[in-house]
């Protein structure tokens, strides 16, 4: 499968843990992309790789939440001190940035914090 | 006022039967348009891509773009049991480097056989 992969599934933990998600994007596509989608919502923004930069984050990612591409290969996305209001689909998304510049969606890392 | 508004109703057809779905948004500066099909527990996959206003047909998909009235829409045409999934908008002013993607809230739409 070369699709975009997303790790775990699905996450469940108590409030105040640390979670930690992980995804691979398609191997030739250089930008990388998180997004979080809440029950009846669409997806949100929250941060844009090129390669390994990290070149834009939305205001929605607080200091609890960190991303690092650090080979501009995988990334992960990590949650500290999770709230009830941080359970969401965790959506990674990647692009060659050539052409219609299409985002290719990864199945999503879906939190559910008690 | 968000920068995309999606009317968020489910909408249940007949096998058959066309259906329609709209977006509104605010931005000006949004030049691409999309609609990502979003089937239960998967990731968003593009459906249609548009550049600017006009229409674009794609098999029983057609996606329409009004940018004077910052309005696009997407018809079915003979709908599917298979076409239910939820369908997002989404549109962004800058195709390279960020692809930041504005969404709408999704239309579940439900073909019944």
């Known amino acids: 499968d070369t699709g975009v992969s997303q790790d775990p599934r699905h996450k469940i933990t108590k409030r105040g843990q640390n979670v930690t998600f992980r995804c691979d994007p398609i191997?030739?596509?250089?930008?990388l992309y998180w997004y979080r989608q809440t029950l009846g919502q669409g997806p949100e923004f929250l941060t844009y790789f090129q390669n390994e930069a990290q070149l834009e984050k939305s205001r929605l990612l607080s200091d609890r939440f960190s991303a690092e591409r650090p080979k501009g290969s995988f990334s992960t996305l990590e949650i500290q001190r999770t709230e009830q209001g941080d359970s969401a689909m965790y959506l990674c998304?990647?692009?060659?940035?050539?052409?219609?510049?299409?985002?290719?969606f990864g199945e999503g890392s879906r939190l559910t914090v008690l | 006022q968000k920068e995309v508004e999606q009317d968020p109703g489910p909408l249940s057809v007949p096998e058959g039967a066309i259906v329609s779905l709209n977006c509104t948004y605010s931005n000006s500066a949004f030049q691409y348009f999309m609609w990502y099909r979003q089937y239960s527990r998967k990731g968003p996959e593009l459906l249609m891509y548009t550049y600017s206003s006009g229409n674009k047909e794609d098999g029983r998909f057609t996606a329409q773009v009004d940018k004077s009235s910052k309005y696009i829409s997407l018809f079915i045409r003979d709908s599917q049991p298979s076409d239910s999934a939820t369908y997002l908008c989404?549109?962004?002013?800058?195709?390279?480097?960020?692809?930041?993607?504005?969404f709408g809230k999704g239309n579940q739409v439900v073909v019944i056989p």
């Open positions: 998304a990647s692009s060659d940035g050539v052409g219609t510049g299409e985002l290719f």
């Open positions: 989404a549109m962004s002013d800058r195709l390279y480097g960020n692809n930041r993607l504005a």
């Open positions: 191997s030739e596509h250089n930008r």
